[in-house]
């Protein structure tokens, strides 16, 4: 069973305004992280933002905030004011268990996203 | 701080030939974590070090192995190479230990098999 569902194959926004992409996962481990990554056609994988499953306020870094929904087991990275070079692959991504046990990440397959001017 | 280095960025091979690459992570982290990216698969993740140990292992064949150092940076082998061992090879590269919780990522090695 996939852990990590990204819906959306593409999205499309138009520059600044806020655009959401979806992320459901699965585990039955009562602790989790939960990561954001966007990766440009360079191939490179930038982290945008993290979230606990312990953390009670929602994580949020500048432009991005993550919408934590633990009992739906969502969650979704909110870009506020898109802009051109937000185009990109987004990958969300978990990593089961607790902190320090091991960093292995399970990735979706990601959402494709288009900013237009 | 200097950001995570892989090398080399691109790397074209044959089948039956073996190939390494490297990865050096972020001053003081020591944990390396080493993913294929295939558009067919997408990232899969192939293996973690830790203090030059091997601390977890994803789905791959025995062709597939790796190390680490004591200054953490970390190498991954692969022999007896395959058409369809053509793939993005990232590293990551983090604390490994609480409190820490964030993951870097290099700019990949592309690997190309003929």
């Known amino acids: 069973a996939q852990k990590i569902t990204q819906t959306q194959p593409g999205m499309f926004v138009q520059e600044k305004e806020a655009v959401t992409l979806d992320c459901t996962y699965d585990?039955?481990?009562?602790?989790?992280?939960l990561f954001w990554y966007k990766q440009p056609s360079s191939g490179e994988m930038i982290f945008l933002i993290y979230q606990g499953s312990y953390d009670q306020q929602n994580a949020t870094e500048g432009r991005y905030s993550l919408n934590f929904q633990k009992a739906r087991k969502s969650a979704n990275l909110v870009i506020s004011a898109s802009q051109l070079g937000d185009s990109a692959m987004y990958f969300c991504?978990?990593?089961?268990?607790?902190?320090?046990?091991?960093?292995?990440?399970?990735f979706g397959k990601g959402t494709k996203l288009t900013v237009n001017p | 701080k200097a950001g995570v280095t892989q090398t080399p960025r691109y790397l074209i091979k044959t089948r039956g030939q073996q190939v390494t690459l490297s990865c050096s992570p972020i001053?003081?982290?020591?944990?390396v974590s080493w993913y294929q990216q295939t558009p067919g698969q997408g990232l899969q993740f192939l293996f973690e070090?830790?203090?030059?140990?091997?601390?977890n292992k994803g789905n791959f064949p025995g062709r597939f192995s790796g190390r680490q150092f004591s200054n953490s940076r970390s190498e991954m082998n692969v022999s007896t190479l395959e058409l369809g061992d053509s793939a993005l090879y990232l590293c990551a590269s983090s604390p490994g230990q609480p409190p820490y919780n964030e993951q870097f990522f290099g700019p990949g090695t592309r690997l190309t098999v003929l």
């Open positions: 001053s003081g982290h020591r944990s």
């Open positions: 585990t039955s481990d009562p602790s989790y992280g």
């Open positions: 070090y830790f203090s030059e140990t091997q601390r």
């Open positions: 991504a978990m990593r089961e268990g607790r902190q320090g046990g091991s960093e292995k990440l399970v």
